[in-house]
């Protein structure tokens, strides 16, 4: 039972670069998300979809992207990398009443711009 | 509106003796509240939730939490630290349906031998 898979778990990018962050979860959960936590900080919510082709801003939406053209995968995009995105990002799952093990988080993955 | 505050960045303990970390919310909804658990360079792992049945609710490797309505508190105990409970741990908040969720900044919990 793989839960949420999230590749790449390290990147290294340059300024002004992009990148697609992956996020698959083999669940059948509608709610996904994804976060940034940086250092000190709780996480805080970058997008989230409450379903297939349903997508909302979250938080700290801006210079990030998403879509949901499946139940199981929740990309998110980097357009324009700064230094201000240096974070790890984290994709999550859930119900939308939270049952079970409430949300269902991935590994992670270290994003470093520079 | 809906807030969370971890009322300590660190919390350090000796192997073997009790661990409280504490955790004040609000909310304008009877909200649902987790503790998850964060290990070096991995994910987040729940702990244990409140969903509005018993107060006093029991998680994974020994830990519980009381729901306290007058005092809007979650507080996170354990009788006994052990090494392995070295983590960063995280409260959060929800309202019913999932996205609206707030996480608590984390409580980084040291074990010394």
């Known amino acids: 039972n793989a839960g949420v898979t999230q590749t790449p778990k390290f990147r290294i990018l340059k300024i002004g670069q992009s990148m697609t962050l992956q996020c698959a979860q083999d669940m059948n959960h509608n709610y996904m998300y994804w976060y940034r936590q940086d250092p000190g900080m709780g996480l805080k919510l970058i997008y989230y979809?409450?379903?297939?082709?349903?997508?909302d801003k979250g938080e700290v939406p801006n210079g990030y992207n998403v879509s949901r053209s499946t139940t199981e995968d929740f990309p998110l995009r980097l357009e324009l990398a700064a230094p201000s995105q240096t974070s790890v990002y984290f994709c999550?799952?859930?119900?939308?009443?939270?049952?079970?093990?409430?949300?269902?988080f991935g590994s992670g993955t270290r994003l470093t711009v520079v | 509106a809906q807030s969370v505050t971890q009322l300590d960045s660190h919390v350090s303990v000796s192997e073997g003796t009790p661990v409280l970390l504490r955790c004040n919310y609000s909310?304008?909804?009877?909200?649902?509240l987790f503790w998850y658990v964060q290990h070096p360079n991995k994910g987040l792992q729940l702990l244990l939730k409140?969903?509005?049945?018993?107060?006093l609710v029991k998680g994974i490797n020994g830990f519980e939490a009381e729901f306290k309505k007058s005092e809007t508190s979650f507080h996170l105990t354990k009788p006994s630290a052990h090494m392995s409970d070295a983590a960063e741990y995280f409260c959060?908040?929800?309202?019913?349906?999932?996205?609206?969720?707030?996480f608590g900044a984390g409580t980084r919990l040291f074990v010394k031998a």
């Open positions: 959060v908040v929800s309202p019913t349906g999932g996205f609206k969720t707030i």
């Open positions: 409140y969903t509005s049945a018993a107060t």
């Open positions: 979809s409450v379903g297939a082709g349903i997508t």
């Open positions: 999550a799952s859930s119900t939308r009443d939270l049952r079970g093990s409430g949300y269902t």
């Open positions: 909310s304008s909804y009877s909200p649902s």
